[in-house]
């Protein structure tokens, strides 16, 4: 007699749940084609690659900056405390090699380009949001949005032959104020206006996101629409518009092509935006365009300062994303 | 609630003071917004008179030159052109894949959330962050291909010293499929940098394409029995499609703007031949017009460099024209 084997549902149920377990990444499952898996696991790797591109970042800024590091020429310390930055010299040392320049140069250029953008961006988010008719809000908000969508190498063309030409006629020929033709100000003026549309349109949705009750109670209190606008609305938007905020500046940060334009190429400890300095993203174009060959100090020299400019706005990001989970209010 | 109105003896209610401040808001709030567009303004014309007289057909039909009269930006044009081809090609299969997965398949769990920010942060990377990423891993490889490798000595590879050179080879043994390792300063390693650069977006955009397609089309598709990649490939791509595509060229457009990386990279600004493969040296429009900017004559720094600001902001005109295009044709309304 031929012997049945004999499966209880609960051994089948049992099957089924470990084999799910094994892949519980892809819902695999019995009754499935082949075919099916095949292409759930390649969705998946696809989605998967991005998380080795960060890898690919971190491994390779990093690899090259411990190579960096482990020179005789330099030392971790000056590199974070150093006030002089002058790689190209002769025969280079640990004082040859302080980033405080390159990160002050930076971060004048951000905090300047910042004082521009914050203020003008949030008045044309609250304007748009809160003011604009439904008819001119569709004009404005695109053509704001062009802003982001040009070349960050026609704002360095735009700074050089347009801003700093005007600077120097207003501050040098009328206040007699020394304008040298490389600054700081001129390049944070055209970073300032790269980021409004940034500001403006993620604060714009964070303000569109309050609950048009809210508006109405306040309305019904006896506000103004201009009460109703910075009592209201902003403080109840305000986890969307300091997100807003730290991304744009994180922006400015890493901001490139317009910097290397028109702020110059000279590593200064100096707060006068009229001079010419060097933030950490022209140096690395400086000798990237130089052609430094890959074993070089300066070849290792440019994944230590883009490693510094990696970790700033890293995280930058990461507290805008905080600050945009924690402290967002919900409304239904 | 955040918003509070005092309502205890201080509070006046002066109805005369708070409306003329509000009007004065609603005036500086307009100008705030009149900033932007007035900058955007000055731009454009700046760029059309100092450009304008400078577009002829030398600017498409010469490469750089000594006289600013004779130079164009031909192999700028053409390098751009095959770039953002090579990149689409690239970001569109892993971009899309990861979007259909992680709005499709994704379980709720920590490895898709761990992605899910993952996307957004990369999105913040700054661009020139990925040139050096693209420089060390495709254009260089880690150096494991130069002579003294380890890799080179432990499987005796045939490489050649020197700039060009490297392990070329022809993939299977197939003439025409040439391969070369490292990437170098070619075309491919360019695409496959601004692919990495780009990728955040298309998946942002891609994902927001098929979220936008209603869940009763999968589920009449479920309904009948349809597995998931059917649902997925039969009923919301093809509905999907014009919104990723639209996404894609929008994504494309900001690669064909990007200086950095690709200057980074190692991307050449004196480029005086056409690509004739994917392994060519390239150049791209931007970094011409940078190449321009950065020269000593006026000519050169202001007038070039105008007219090429104008051919490239004409290109991405269009394909922005191309994406609204498509997205006002074959949007479904649901």
């Known amino acids: ?332 | 609630m955040t918003a509070s109105v005092e309502t205890n003896g201080d509070f006046k209610e002066n109805l005369g003071f708070r409306q003329k401040l509000g009007r004065f808001f609603n005036v500086l709030l307009l100008i705030c917004t009149l900033v932007g567009l007035v900058v955007l303004t000055a731009l454009l014309v700046d760029v059309a008179l100092e450009g304008g007289s400078w577009i002829r057909p030398q600017l498409f039909t010469n490469y750089h030159s000594r006289f600013p009269e004779k130079a164009g930006m031909k192999s700028g044009i053409v390098g751009s052109l095959i770039l953002i081809g090579l990149t689409g090609l690239f970001s569109f299969p892993i971009g899309v894949g990861a979007a259909i997965y992680l709005e499709e398949y994704a379980p709720k769990n920590w490895l898709t959330n761990f992605i899910n920010i993952n996307i957004n942060n990369l999105s913040g990377v700054p661009s020139i962050v990925y040139g050096m990423l693209g420089l060390t891993v495709f254009g260089r490889m880690f150096g494991l291909f130069e002579p003294d490798s380890w890799l080179v000595k432990a499987f005796n590879i045939p490489v050649a010293a020197g700039m060009q050179g490297g392990w070329q080879f022809d993939l299977f043994g197939i003439p025409g499929l040439a391969i070369q390792l490292p990437f170098g300063r070619s075309l491919v390693a360019g695409a496959m940098t601004m692919t990495l650069l780009i990728l955040p977006v298309v998946i942002i955009a891609s994902r927001e394409a098929i979220r936008a397609v209603p869940p009763s089309i999968r589920e009449a598709a479920y309904g009948l029995g349809a597995t998931r990649w059917q649902t997925v490939s039969t009923q919301v791509l093809p509905v999907a499609v014009p919104g990723i595509l639209t996404g894609m060229i929008l994504a494309l457009s900001r690669a064909v703007g990007e200086t950095a990386p690709l200057l980074i990279m190692g991307a050449f600004t004196y480029v005086p031949f056409l690509p004739e493969s994917v392994w060519d040296q390239f150049t791209t429009m931007p970094i011409q017009i940078y190449n321009w900017i950065t020269l000593p004559q006026e000519d050169y720094r202001i007038h070039l460099a105008a007219a090429g600001i104008i051919v490239l902001l004409a290109v991405l005109l269009s394909l922005n024209t191309i994406a609204v295009y498509l997205r006002n044709k074959f949007q479904v309304k649901w």
Request: proline share 5%; net charge positive.
């Open chain 1, 1 to 332: 007699m031929q012997e049945v084997k004999r499966v209880s549902v609960r051994e089948i149920v049992a099957e089924r749940k470990s084999k799910k377990k094994l892949f519980g990444l892809f819902k695999l499952s019995r009754g499935k084609s082949v075919w099916e898996n095949i292409i759930a696991v390649g969705l998946f790797a696809c989605s998967v690659f991005s998380v080795l591109v960060t890898l690919g970042i971190i491994i390779t800024l990093f690899s090259e900056t411990i190579n960096f590091f482990s020179r005789p020429e330099v030392n971790l310390w000056d590199f974070l405390t150093g006030t002089n930055w002058s790689p190209l010299s002769s025969s280079p040392g640990p004082e040859n090699f302080g980033v405080r320049p390159l990160i002050r140069g930076t971060l004048m250029i951000a905090f300047i380009s910042g004082a521009i953008a914050l203020p003008i961006g949030l008045g044309s988010a609250i304007y748009l949001s809160e003011y604009a008719s439904e008819k001119a809000r569709k004009v404005l908000k695109p053509a704001l949005e062009v802003l982001a969508g040009i070349p960050t190498v026609v704002y360095g063309y735009f700074a050089i032959s347009f801003i700093t030409p005007l600077l120097q006629r207003v501050l040098e020929d009328g206040l007699g104020i020394n304008v040298s033709f490389f600054n700081a100000l001129s390049a944070s003026v055209v970073v300032g206006v790269m980021i409004i549309p940034m500001v403006a349109s993620i604060s714009e949705d964070a303000m569109r996101a309050v609950p048009r009750s809210l508006r109405e109670g306040a309305y019904a209190l006896g506000a103004t629409k201009f009460e109703v606008a910075t009592k209201v609305v902003v403080p109840a938007a305000l986890s969307g518009i300091i997100a807003a905020f730290i991304l744009a500046i994180s922006r400015a940060i890493g901001e490139t092509m317009a910097v290397t334009i028109a702020a110059g190429a000279t590593p200064r400890m100096t707060l006068n935006p009229l001079e010419s300095v060097q933030t950490m993203t022209s140096f690395i174009v400086q000798v990237s365009f130089g052609d430094a060959p890959s074993g070089s100090i300066n070849g290792q020299a440019i994944y230590a300062v883009g490693a510094t400019l990696f970790v700033i706005t890293f995280l930058m990001n990461i507290i805008s994303d905080i600050v945009l989970r924690r402290f967002r209010e919900v409304y239904e």
